[in-house]
């Protein structure tokens, strides 16, 4: 069993920054491919973005040159780095174990100004 605690959500500005953190319980994250997912409001819950083991990434177009994933494996933690926001990036954010049903509470994220 693995638990998965996002945070660092919150309200920010258009053009501002977040940096959202998760945090993994056990032994085995650095092994796991880790993927970031969002859910806006009257909206389908969207990959964002994956990291695998070797810290290779891939993004959706929509957030390509703003969003940075990265890992930190002796912290169990991957961390989404959101630059530049816009007010369509508002929604849920949530992390989860790729290829898993494990999946975090998620976090809120509201560009507003």
């Known amino acids: 069993q693995v638990q998965l605690v996002e945070s660092g959500g919150g309200l920010v500005q258009p053009g501002g920054s977040l940096r959202l953190p998760c945090t993994a319980s056990?032994?085995?994250?650095?092994?796991?491919?880790m993927g970031w997912y969002r859910q806006g409001p009257g909206k389908q819950r969207e990959w964002v973005g994956t990291i695998n083991s070797a810290g290779s990434t891939d993004y959706v177009d929509s957030v390509k040159g703003r969003f940075t994933i990265s890992r930190d494996n002796a912290k169990n933690t991957v961390y989404l780095q959101m630059n530049s926001l816009k007010i369509e990036d508002t929604a849920v954010y949530y992390c989860?174990?790729?290829?898993?049903?494990?999946w975090g509470q998620g976090i809120q994220v509201t560009v507003s100004s």
């Open positions: 989860r174990v790729l290829l898993s049903n494990f």
């Open positions: 056990g032994n085995m994250f650095r092994f796991n491919a």
